[in-house]
Structure formats: structure tokens, C-alpha cells
């Protein structure tokens, strides 16, 4: 019973601290929200407020109207789409190596990819450039889509090996003891637990790609290859003057595949752990 009063405070104050912590992550969302239907005189207010008084959906047609977000919306779904796929398809097998069969190159290997998060963009910009130019890809969505898959493929296969790491070892070998090969043991047993991670691992690499800006901005120059990001910044003057509701309701915009991405997939990633483990 003492334990149960003194747990109860603890847990009113995790409750409140992710509450306070909800609200931290929420705030700049909703004041998008907010100014994307908002109208120009009150965007200019003094004593701007949380709910439009006026909403309007000028700032929407304005900005369809201003820069081609259709077809640069199009050319980032492409690249995160085919970045996740290729990223989720290398890494399964090599994270279901490097955790089941550990070593010193297992070590090594995972040692690497932690390291490798570390690099900052601009050092590797410069050797990347030339080395997608001597392969003509420059200015090119499947250069950027190869881009993508290498800067997300260290964390994809770190984040997978924890996963097969999680998969017990003993129901493989249960499975062999039955009389199931190696390859209807992955198959029959081991995939379908590995679902759950590999849906985050893809949802990662999506919303890694949807919204990076600094490599499409470096590798794509024509308009008509440019991404959703990159074309944001249109939306800035050339004095660094922000359009400031157009570029509200294209960012509002921006934000919403990943949002459904997610709110799609997560009971895949939060169900299902266990499918696969009950031998029919």
C-alpha cells in the first residue's frame, strides 16, 4: 500500500512532464495550422491570435498559384518511396547477419554505423558531388534516391539488428528442430516478427527523405527536378522576406504525408509483435 502511494506522485508527474512535453512538440504545429488560414491583415496583426478570426483559404490558392508544389510534391514522394523500399531491402538481410552471427566484424560493423551518424553533410558533400557527376547523375532524381538510400542506410541496419536481436533465437531453433528449413524458418517464423521493425525502418527512411532539403538543393539545379523543400524557399524574397502565408499553407502542406504515412503504418508498428510465434 506504501509503495502504491509513494509510486502514485512519480507517476502523476511523468504524466504531466509528457503532457508538458506533448505540448512542447504540438505548439509549432498549430501555429502553422493557424497562420496558414490566417488572411494577410492578420497575419500583420500586433496581437496576433491562435484561431483565425477570418479563416481563409487564399493562402493556399496563392501558393499553387506561386511555385509548382504538385509536381515538386511528386518528385519527393518518388525519392522517399524508392529511398525506403531500397534502404528496408538491403538492410534486412545484413542486420539479420550481423545480429545473429556476432564477431569481431559484427563489432566492427556496428561500431561503424554509429560513427558514421556522426558526419555532418557538408564533409561529404564536396567527394559526393564529384562522384555522382563521373556518374552522370547530377541533377538527377535517381542520383538523389541513391543519396538517400546511403545516408539512411547505416541507422536503417542499426535499427534493425535491434529487432533481430529481439526475436528470440529459441523459436528458430524450434523451428528446425520440426523439421523447417532454413529458409522456411526466415520465412514462416522470423519475417513475420521482423514486420513491426521493418515498418519503422521504412517509415524512418520516408520521412528522413521527404524532408531533407540540404542534398536536393546541391544536386537538383532545374526547376522542374527540384523537391518539395528545396521549393519552399521559394517562398522567401530576395531579401530574405518570407511570404509569410503562402509559405504557411505550403508547409502545412508539406507536412501532411508524413503525418498520414504514419497514422497508417503505426498499428503495424505497435501491433503484431508477436505474429508468426504460434506454430499452426
Known amino acids: 500500500m506504501s509503495a502504491l502511494r509513494t509510486s502514485r506522485p512519480a507517476r502523476i508527474g511523468q504524466y504531466l512532464a509528457l503532457l508538458a512535453y506533448l505540448v512542447f512538440l504540438a505548439f509549432p504545429f498549430l501555429w502553422l495550422v493557424s497562420t496558414a488560414f490566417k488572411p494577410a491583415p492578420e497575419l500583420a496583426s500586433l496581437h496576433p491570435t491562435w484561431i483565425p478570426e477570418e479563416p481563409t483559404l487564399a493562402n493556399f490558392r496563392q501558393a499553387f498559384d506561386e511555385q509548382p508544389l504538385l509536381r515538386a510534391a511528386g518528385n519527393s514522394l518518388v525519392a522517399a518511396l524508392a529511398a525506403a523500399l531500397i534502404a528496408v531491402v538491403v538492410a534486412t538481410p545484413l542486420a539479420y547477419v550481423t545480429a545473429r552471427h556476432r564477431g569481431r566484424l559484427a563489432t566492427a560493423a556496428t561500431g561503424w554505423v554509429v ?9 561529404v558533400i564536396i567527394p559526393l558531388f564529384l562522384v555522382l557527376k563521373n556518374l552522370h547523375l547530377i541533377n538527377s532524381v535517381l542520383g538523389l534516391v541513391m543519396v538517400y538510400v546511403v545516408w539512411s542506410l547505416p541507422f536503417a541496419l542499426w535499427m534493425l539488428m535491434g529487432y ?3 526475436v528470440p533465437a529459441e523459436l528458430e531453433e524450434a523451428a528446425a528442430v520440426d523439421g523447417a528449413g532454413r529458409l522456411r524458418t526466415l520465412v514462416s517464423v522470423t519475417a513475420p516478427l521482423l514486420v513491426p521493425g521493418i515498418v519503422a525502418t521504412a517509415l524512418f527512411a520516408f520521412v528522413t ?5 540540404f542534398f536536393a538543393l546541391v544536386l537538383l539545379k532545374t526547376p522542374e527536378k527540384q523537391t518539395l523543400p528545396v521549393v519552399l524557399t521559394h517562398f522567401l524574397g530576395a531579401e530574405g522576406v518570407a511570404d509569410l502565408g503562402p509559405l504557411a499553407a505550403a508547409a502545412f502542406l508539406a507536412t501532411l504525408p508524413s503525418l498520414v504515412v504514419f497514422g497508417v503504418l503505426q ?3 505497435a501491433g503484431g509483435m508477436l505474429a508468426g510465434a504460434v506454430k499452426s
Open 164 to 166: 533481430v536481436r529481439a
Open 267 to 269: 498499428r503495424r508498428i
Open 209 to 213: 527523405a521527404w524532408n531533407e532539403f
Open 115 to 123: 560513427i558514421s551518424q556522426a558526419f555532418p553533410f557538408v564533409l
